[in-house]
């Protein structure tokens, strides 16, 4: 993977966030306060993983002794954290040599076992976690009145790039 798809797949990530976040804000807590509390719970996830491997990335000490936390930050605070996660995220990437990206780091999950994987893989795993989450997330916005923004790939590139649209 090139350093430039790396950090497109990055933008989009922000993008993708940013729609969900504001999806979110959406739901009525009065009428769907479980499908609130899921979708806060998802993000709580989301963040606390992002700034576990932010720590790994950069050497530091982990700042969670797990992926998510008994009391759920308010989706103001989720927001923050997730949105600095993602400032920092692509000024680090595109930051990195090649040889840096390719570089292994070794870690310790959360559960005790070993692990290690190259810069890049592990960028692209917080992409690929915040898909999976974010699909997750949409299933209670649907449930919350079908609050669900598209948030896919192909819909991020033709946003960013509307020439592309009718080219055949």
């Known amino acids: 993977m090139s350093s430039t798809q790396i950090l497109n797949q990055l933008r989009y990530k922000q993008w993708a966030d940013q729609r969900t976040l504001a999806a ?12 609130l509390a899921f979708a806060r719970q998802q993000l709580n996830h989301m963040v606390r993983v992002e700034e576990v491997f932010r720590a790994r990335l950069t050497g530091m000490p982990e700042p969670h002794a797990s992926t998510n936390s008994e009391i759920v930050p308010a989706l103001e605070e989720l ?25 292994i780091i070794h870690f310790r999950f ?16 917080l992409v690929n976690h915040g898909s999976y989450h974010r699909g997750a997330i949409g299933r209670a916005l649907d449930m919350a009145g079908g609050l669900r923004p598209a948030d896919t790939y192909t819909v991020f590139v033709h946003a960013m790039e509307p020439e592309r649209r009718g080219r055949n």
């Open 110 to 125: 959360l559960d005790g076992k070993t692990g290690s994987m190259t810069r890049e893989e592990i960028l692209f795993h």
């Open 79 to 103: 927001g923050k954290r997730l949105s600095d996660a993602n400032d920092w995220l692509q000024p680090y990437a595109a930051a990195l040599s090649p040889e840096k990206l390719g570089e």
């Open 24 to 35: 979110i804000a959406l739901i009525d807590a009065q009428a769907f306060p479980a499908e």
